[in-house]
């Protein structure tokens, strides 16, 4: 394993391993989503490059796509969460005290 692969792998595991353990608020939950992804578009982008694969050339751009939607949404829900409950801690977006 080179040094690129293990700095992506462990760019996605340390995202994983942040939005397993420290899920306080969503805020934090979401960046780590976002960094989970990005690793993977740099790991999808040198891919492609070194593989020089003409038919996958165009995964990394719609898995930014992906990202940006994904991280908007995760944003809208943030202010909405923010508005309704008054805070972006998970503990308090419990469904069964609407």
Do not use: K, Y
């Not at 003409?54 to 829900?77: H, I, K, R, V």
């Not at 977006?93 to 609407?98: A, F, G, R, T, V």
């Amino acid at each position: 394993m080179t040094r690129v692969h293990f700095s992506f792998s462990m760019a996605f595991i340390l995202g994983l391993m942040g939005l397993a353990f420290h899920r306080t608020h969503f805020l934090f939950a979401l960046l780590c989503l976002e960094g989970m992804m990005l690793s993977l578009f740099l790991a999808l982008s040198l891919w492609t490059l070194q593989t020089e694969a003409t038919n996958f050339s165009a995964a990394p751009m719609l898995l930014l796509a992906f990202s940006a939607c994904e991280a908007s949404t995760g944003l809208a829900l943030l202010v909405a969460t923010a508005r309704t409950h008054g805070t972006d801690r998970l503990q308090n977006l419990n469904l069964l005290q609407c």
